[in-house]
């Protein structure tokens, strides 16, 4: 006589006529197996399926093997996403504001800019130029995944658009998206740890961030690596959507820096520009500063000032 055996726990029961395989039971969540296989998740949004009646007696340490591996899944992707939040949360805090000099190396040039900057989490960013006196006034403007320029030459707001996100900002090696971060590395990407290595004397946490299929973002993945101690962002990789490394971030000179210990030193490394680089350096920074979001706004970057 055949049996079938509905383990109600797992769903709705199933009507008899969508399973009709003799000496098998049935259960929801298992593909369709011989005697000699091995047992195998189906995917989540399968109906129920058939398993064979001889694992019936093992089932119980089967599924709690199963189980214990997705919690321990689980559990290891919300620890990757705390160590992004604290790398996030040690190099901007709640707030800051900073003085920066940017110098741009090429191989029969050089040039330095320097800018005052104003940022409140991870979706206001103002940034002013002060040198040289050419640019100065010049104002990049950050809110939500929104971007504006003021160029005080032409008395003009220019609102940027998505595609010029990965364009060279100010000629540098550095894109619109690295300034004002119009991407968010804590909300827009789903991470996985590949490895660890030891980058300026500290073991580091290697992560692989890829961004989720619903965000549009400049950068195809990234590979980061993570201090273990302070939580510093000390390399990060930049590679486009075919895959290709287009450009390393260091972070050096690592200082304390009030409760917070950072590098104060960022160098961008093109991959296919060997003999060029971009080095941006604080030359102050303070975190946590009251400011209020109407700080942010489009009228207040045409008449900002140092």
Request: charged letters at 25%; one cysteine or more; proline letters at 6%.
């Amino acid at each position: 006589m055949t049996t079938r055996t509905m383990i109600s726990s797992w769903g709705p029961p199933a009507s008899p006529d969508k399973y009709q395989v003799d000496g098998d039971r049935v259960i929801p969540g298992f593909a369709k197996l011989g005697p000699s296989d091995t047992p195998k998740l189906a995917e989540s949004s399968a109906k129920y399926r058939v398993l064979p009646s001889h694992w019936s007696g093992n089932m119980k340490p089967f599924l709690w093997t199963a189980l214990f591996i997705l919690c321990a899944t689980l559990g290891h992707t919300q620890e990757l996403s705390e160590i992004i939040q604290r790398s996030y949360d040690n190099a901007e805090g709640i707030s800051n504001v900073a003085t920066m000099k940017m110098s741009i190396i090429r191989p029969d040039w050089q040039r330095e800019i320097v800018m005052r900057s104003w940022n409140k989490t991870d979706e206001f960013s103002l940034v002013l130029i002060t040198e040289p006196a050419r640019e100065k006034g010049m104002a990049f403007l950050k809110r939500g995944k929104e971007m504006w320029n003021w160029q005080p030459s032409i008395d003009r707001v220019i609102k940027l658009p998505p595609s010029m996100m990965s364009q060279s900002w100010m000629g540098s090696d550095f894109t619109n998206d690295d300034l004002i971060q119009q991407s968010s590395i804590v909300d827009d990407f789903v991470y996985e740890l590949i490895g660890e290595e030891r980058v300026e004397d500290r073991e580091c946490w290697i992560i692989k961030l890829v961004p989720k299929e619903e965000t549009a973002v400049v950068w195809g993945k990234i590979h980061m690596w993570v201090d273990k101690q302070d939580y510093i962002q000390l390399k990060t990789e930049f590679y486009d959507e075919d895959d290709y490394l287009f450009n390393t971030m260091l972070g050096k000179n690592i200082k304390q820096v009030g409760s917070k210990t950072i590098p104060t030193r960022m160098e961008v490394l093109p991959e296919d520009e060997p003999d060029n680089k971009t080095i941006i350096e604080y030359l102050d920074i303070a975190f946590d500063v009251p400011l209020e979001e109407n700080f942010f706004s489009v009228q207040n970057m045409k008449r900002i000032r140092q």
